[in-house]
């Protein structure tokens, strides 16, 4: 498919800086839920605290590098058609609500960690826990090591918070509906990078995740890779994404919550060099608003773990 063209709007060239006391998260929700659908924007945050930037030796495009840019906006049509979407206002890279709490470096912090971190996985291993030691192409982060406050506060403020609002979504739709499907919103650049492994290699249109079929019921993955392939778009599978810790952490289908990871393409919609959106933006805006109108008349049936 090749989206309409539509005037894109500029990029700023520079993070917005976030002031203390204001709201880390926004969900945008309908007037009333009226689908069994919840729409999760974990790695869309765009307002950089100037504290965090002053504690960071890169430049701040650079640190934009882990940001799913715009993600939010593309999945904006959800509360259109009944469902809510969550979004964190802050930056992967100061903190990542799809690590656990405690998935921390310990070759990152002045202090011992609790006994209970996670710091052997290996999103730690790749410098990419809940507190990232490297930005998405892995550039270091930080000068010098931090205190274990400082995780701590960040946690405290950002990471329980989003994972609370997401709880309470998904337990209101449980209660109304019975079951849920939980879309966790994520983009992906358009080449492989170099600690991933796929690295220099080309990627299709869209990513799936279910944990390989774990976490969500495989009738509703395959209807939303059908709706996608109609639109013309390419779709692979679990490859090289099968979904983070909210995919993991979420996808109980026997209990009747169904999580699906979706990775975008960056290269239909944005610059991946300047952070501009692209003119296919709006298109493929569009198009996934219909492929959310497509996941709303969803029958019962689909939800049958």
């Known amino acids: 498919m090749k989206p309409a063209p539509a005037s894109a709007k500029p990029a700023s060239p520079l993070p917005a800086h976030r002031k203390s006391g204001e709201a880390v998260i926004e969900i945008m929700a309908p007037g009333a839920q009226t689908v069994p659908l919840v729409f999760s924007s974990p790695h869309s945050g765009r307002d950089y605290p100037a504290e965090f930037l002053a504690l960071s030796r890169l430049d701040p495009l650079t640190l934009r590098r882990s940001e799913d840019s715009y993600v939010d906006e593309l999945f904006a049509a959800a509360a259109e058609h009944g ?40 999103r730690v291993a790749a410098g990419l826990g809940s507190i990232a030691r490297v930005v998405a192409s892995g550039e270091e982060i930080y000068a010098r090591k931090l205190p274990l406050a400082e995780a701590e506060a960040r946690l405290d403020r950002y990471w329980y918070p989003y994972h609370a609002a997401l709880e309470d979504l998904l337990a209101a739709s449980r209660r109304r509906f019975g079951h849920v499907l939980l879309i966790d919103c994520h983009s992906m650049p358009s080449v492989g990078g170099p600690m991933e492994r796929d690295a220099g290699d080309r990627r299709l249109d869209f990513v799936l995740g279910d944990c390989h079929g774990r976490s969500c019921a495989p009738a509703l993955t395959d209807r939303v890779e059908a709706i996608l392939q109609a639109d013309g778009f390419r779709v692979e599978r679990n490859a090289p994404y099968a979904g983070g810790y909210v995919t993991q952490h979420y996808g109980r289908p026997a209990e009747g919550v169904h999580t699906l990871q979706i990775e975008v393409n960056r290269a239909l919609y944005m610059n991946e060099a300047t952070y501009e959106r692209r003119p296919g933006f709006a298109g493929l805006q569009r198009a996934i608003g219909q492929l959310i109108a497509q996941l709303a008349q969803l029958e019962r049936t689909a939800f049958a773990a």
Not at 94 to 100: A, G, H, L, S, Y
Not at 108 to 121: C, E, G, I
């Open 83 to 122: 469902a809510p979407l969550l979004r964190a206002l802050f930056p992967r890279v100061f903190v990542d609500p799809n690590r656990e709490a405690l998935e921390l470096d310990p070759a990152m912090f002045s202090d011992p960690l609790p006994a209970n971190a996670n710091t052997n996985s290996p």
